[in-house]
């Protein structure tokens, strides 16, 4: 259709590519919340999803659709690749320390709950209610999908290449992810420079919330909302940092990220319309 | 009473030492639930409980009652400290990997996400139903008082003092435990080797349930049961060793398993009265 | 203080009222959340509520708080008592039936399904998780105290005295109420007058959402609302009307209830700041 | 097989009759847990499941498998329809009352609040778990097909046709199902006439568990187990009885039932492998 300026494709990730093609040649913005255009490098999208990049030509166009991370190229961007719940979860908790260079990036373990809407709405008897309700269990180890945009942000954000333990897990509820880091810090970081460099990164955002040293984010409280919740920690017995992230898969984690893109993309208020 | 020869003690800590002493002086073997008794050094229960131990004199006495690392002590002790869910999941997921050397015990993370039945039944408000259903988050960091007993008895498995990261949530589930561990391997090891030395390990443990490498453990699969599952993984790309591990945490992770050691210390059978 | 024109008051009864007295006497409109001014007559308070009445005197300045029943008389009362969850589930869910006198009153049964905020934020050991979690119970038959201003609100609907059998059941959900209702029906209706006759009741009602012939409410698609949803059936087989209602218990259930109520009495827009 | 004596179908209605022929005319035992052969009359299966009986030559062989019900019948039967989770907490709830003549059978009202796993194992969106999860709702109004066994028993109970009102919900929880019931008795009948007639039904049944005037049944206790959980009451405002039941969906319900009627069919005890 002619008057549409903008597509969202909500699909699964091969067939998404499929239909950015004939709308990115019509010159449409694509807005696609699958993994089709979210790694850059389409030999690491064939090593994580098993076959060859379906659209090749389209990468170039793609812009990783993270705003607190690439608002100024989602704004001019042909195809917004928007990024899902585990990624927007660990990638955020990290950017601060990796670009402040607070931790050593060989010692990242990213641990991640997720509610049961992480995985889609689809007909799958692993997912009826009697199969999550009263159980929880770790899944997707050790090479989850999800690892290849992970480290390919960390990456950009660290200046050097970043490889990470990351261990999803499926709990019973329905909205909600919750993600806890630690990683080894370089040199001495007290908890007061710890808190500032992530208050100095998140300056100004919109979306995300960062806690103080007296509370720690819980899942309930960005459900239906676009808000990310941050807090950070210096564990001086291990001299580690530890880093506690949630949002709603649903939101932050997914259709409203998405709806952030557009705005910036469309000279919309970046919060117009949602949730804070 | 005269004619008893056992006394269980499921009180908070602190005041469990209390009727542990008349307990002792009137000759019963005491199995105790509480953390009265599990650290061995009174200064470390200080430093972690924030009080002077109640009854050092006891401590001499005193068995950590892990069957599974201590089964020739606790057929002889007079005080069995029973331990709890979370040292107890970490505890019994570590030993293979630290007594065969497989890992590098600096860099130990572990993150363990439990039901609300783990905090006991108490008239709490933040226990309360529409506190803990559809909502997740992290608690007790960095220093959660069971690291104590953790760490005291991962250094006596790896002979030399061990520190780790420990990170415990909460989710919306009655009953049931998951724990997920990572920690870079020594040297080269395959999944093969780590697989035997876990199996090696266990053998003949009647309430260990190795998972092979095709299948990761549920906590619904032990509920109302004295059973752990483990499952061990090695990650190639991060050179690091990942083991998970479930239990109930009012069966393996507390009742059953003090029952476990009282079969041993009266000589029954050590499966009687215990649900495989 | 002299500047406040309105109260709220969200006590557990009998404790209300002692706050009401000085408020009135001050000449400030109050909005009770409590059951203490919801029934007329202090001999019914006495005898379901086991104590005398705490401040009769109030009585002759109090409305029964539900906007869809008494909104004119609300507009200009001194005391709004506003309800709770189940009397408004079934006192709306019968209003139609009763005002166009389809039913045969001496046969009407209403089962109530709620979630767990139904029973207020109380540290209480009966309300923790593991207590609710996974369970279902009926409790309160069959004289549940909620049953002196349903029956008083029923009466004059249906201009003669009514006595209902009501059913309150737990269910393991924070927030929802659902009730079903039946009674025989007097004379031949079909379905298409009942529907007729509660989309004539409710024509005009921002708050009441009533559902066709072809669906039934679900809790889910009200929470956080201030609206209730009604669906209406006839069963040829045994000459009975079925009503269907859901909402949720802290929003028209509570809450948000009264806040519909303030809007009446202080002339803002019946909807001002409720989520529709 | 020629040393299989006995057949359990656990499969859709229609499929499980195409299995019963073959394996009755090998003079196999077939317990069936589908609906098949649990109304007598074809025309009424006809009317209830839309499609023509699939096998009614078998229906003379047919008991319908409640053993508190047709104990003796069942002992000799060549094929037992052993019955569902809806059914048996309804007509175990009545029996007694109908047996004793206490209500007026034109006045019973039947809510029933299921679990998940009542709607069986299979891959339906509707049954995913963000679906169920904190969701309440009615469903299968006004005739759900389970009446018609329902009503076929109650009328044989009752020894006149019986028509009762019947509404099935599903809450967010695995196992476990309750029902209450109410219907107006006839002439005077007080709190200890009715426990009586209860009590004396059930005396000597090993899985019925009958509360006293102080309890209420909840489902969490009877999970796992063939035992149902029954408790009656009077309500002297309505002249009603009100009678509540609880079981497992999984258990009495359904698996364990069907145990219980191969017990007797082949005169193992009746408990022999079941959970009290």
């Known amino acids: 259709r002619e008057d549409v300026d903008c597509v969202f494709l909500a699909l699964p990730h091969g067939v998404a590519a499929e239909f950015a093609v004939p709308c990115r040649k019509a010159g449409k913005v694509v807005i696609d919340l699958s993994a089709d255009f979210r790694v850059y490098d389409p030999e690491v999208y064939a ?4 076959a060859a990049h379906p659209a090749p030509e389209l990468l170039p166009d793609a812009v990783y659709g993270l705003p607190e991370l690439h608002r100024d190229a989602i704004k001019t961007a042909g195809l917004i690749a928007s990024p899902g719940c585990y990624p927007t979860s660990i990638i955020l908790g990290l950017a601060p320390a990796l670009s402040a260079g607070l931790i050593d990036s060989t010692t990242i373990v990213a641990n991640s709950i997720s509610g049961a809407t992480g995985a889609g709405r689809k007909a799958d008897a692993s997912l009826i209610f009697p199969e999550i309700d009263e159980n929880l269990r770790a899944y997707g180890v050790p090479k989850h999908r999800h690892l290849s945009e992970i480290e390919q942000e960390l990456s950009l954000l660290a200046k050097h290449n970043v490889t990470i333990s990351f261990i999803p897990h499926l709990a019973p509820l329905a909205r909600g992810i919750q993600t806890s880091i630690t990683a080894i810090l370089k040199g001495e970081v007290d908890a007061e420079q710890a808190q500032q460099a992530y208050a100095d ?3 100004g955002e919109p979306f995300v919330l960062l806690h103080g040293q007296d509370s720690l984010p819980a899942t309930r409280n960005v459900v239906r909302t676009n808000r990310i919740e941050i807090a950070v920690r210096v564990d001086p017995r291990t001299s580690r940092l530890l880093v506690f ?15 952030q893109a557009m705005n910036l993309r469309f000279d919309f208020p970046e919060t117009e319309g949602l949730p804070l």
């Open 245 to 259: 992230s949630v949002e709603d898969n649903l939101g932050k984690g997914a259709a409203t990220q998405a709806v």
């Open 201 to 203: 990164f998140f300056a």
């Open 47 to 50: 090593d994580f999803y098993g």
